[in-house]
Structure formats: C-alpha cells, structure tokens
C-alpha cells in the first residue's frame, strides 16, 4: 500500500452520495442489489462492511 | 436490529455465493453481500488500495438522512471488534433519539450515564460520569 489511500470525499458528518451494488443475498439464495436511496427511504440505517477478498477472514 | 449490514468487496455476486455456499462460518449469514469489482464505492469511502485492487478493514454507519456517523479503517492484518460496532450503533440510535446529549468513551448501552452539554457541566464532566 505504497500510495495509501485517499478519501475522495466521505467525510464523517458529512453527507453520502447515493449509490447502488449488485449483491448476492444468502437470505434469499438469490442475486439483488442495495441501493441507498431506497435505504433513505425506507428510514433505515446502513453499515458498510468493506473487506478485502471472499475466502479470507473478515 | 434496525439496520441495513451489507459487507463489500471487490469480489463479484457469483464469488459471493461460491464462498457462502463453501465456507462453513459463512452458513447462517443473513445479510447482502456488496459486489464493488471496480472498487468505485471503496475509493468514495477512501478504503481502496491502488496498488493490490482491493479494500481495506472499513467499517461505515450511514444515517437514515444519509449522513455518515462513523468510520472506522483496519489494515489488512486485523480483525474487527463487532462488539464495538454495535456499542457505536446503540449510541447512534440513542443519540437520535436525544439529539441534546453526548454518548462518553465509556458508554455502552441504554441506560448509561450521558452527558448533556450546559454551563454547569463545563470542568465537571467527571462528576457528572460518577
């Protein structure tokens, strides 16, 4: 990680753009997709969880 | 609990499914696994690394307004504490609630003492956390 990385503009307290993912749904055994907006609607709370690769610890 | 988890990687949905299918700690998990394979949503959240394509340990609660609350960033070598992120997201749901009062180091559920800024807690926090 010789570059480190940059924040592009999430700062806490700050506002979240919207943005959408394509997601496998293990609840639903089916692809889907999470979108904030719908999430905002919805008046639900969001935790992003990044990690680096499936087959690793999380 | 109230709250949207949806873990991320730079993987594809169909690696997703590959690994919760095979991966035996990964059978009674119930939320959306995140497909990110351009690493698009980790650089917004200045979690991507340039040099490997992937993302880093970050750890985001996003409000329903859609205002980002917490942040938290781990190297690739450490774990996370969910046992601190749900102290965080209690303290969210309080403070919400309680949009005059402050969650202290200390604080870890309902019921815990806060503290509610004012000219007579200036110098007394200590007092006021006893």
Redesign the interface.
């Known amino acids: 990680m010789a570059n480190g990385c940059e924040c592009l503009g999430c700062n806490v307290g700050s506002k979240v753009p919207d943005f959408k993912l394509t997601t496998y749904d293990p609840s639903k055994g089916d692809f889907g997709e999470v979108n904030l907006k719908t999430l905002k609607k919805d008046k639900k709370w969001t935790i992003l969880f990044f990690y680096p690769a499936d087959f690793t610890f999380v | 609990m109230?709250?949207?988890?949806?873990?991320?990687?730079?993987?594809t949905?169909?690696?997703?499914?590959?690994?919760?299918r095979?991966?035996k700690s990964?059978e009674n998990?119930?939320?959306?696994?995140?497909?990110?394979p351009t690493g698009?949503?980790?650089?917004?959240?200045?979690?991507?690394?340039?040099?490997?394509g992937?993302?880093?340990?970050?750890?985001?609660?996003?409000?329903?307004?859609?205002?980002?609350?917490?942040?938290e960033?781990n190297?690739?070598n450490m774990?996370?504490n969910i046992d601190e992120?749900m102290r965080k997201?209690k303290a969210?749901?309080h403070l919400a609630r309680h949009t005059n009062q402050g969650c202290p180091a200390k604080w870890k559920d309902k019921g815990d003492k806060t503290l509610t800024p004012s000219a007579k807690l200036v110098g007394k926090v200590h007092e006021a956390l006893e």
């Open positions: 109230g709250a949207e988890i949806v873990t991320v990687s730079t993987d949905q169909f690696v997703h499914l590959a690994w919760q095979d991966e990964l998990v119930k939320y959306p696994m995140g497909s990110d698009n949503l980790a650089k917004m959240f200045g979690v991507y690394d340039e040099e490997t992937l993302a880093l340990r970050g750890t985001f609660i996003i409000s329903p307004d859609g205002t980002l609350l917490n942040a960033v190297y690739y774990g996370r992120l997201f969210n749901l």
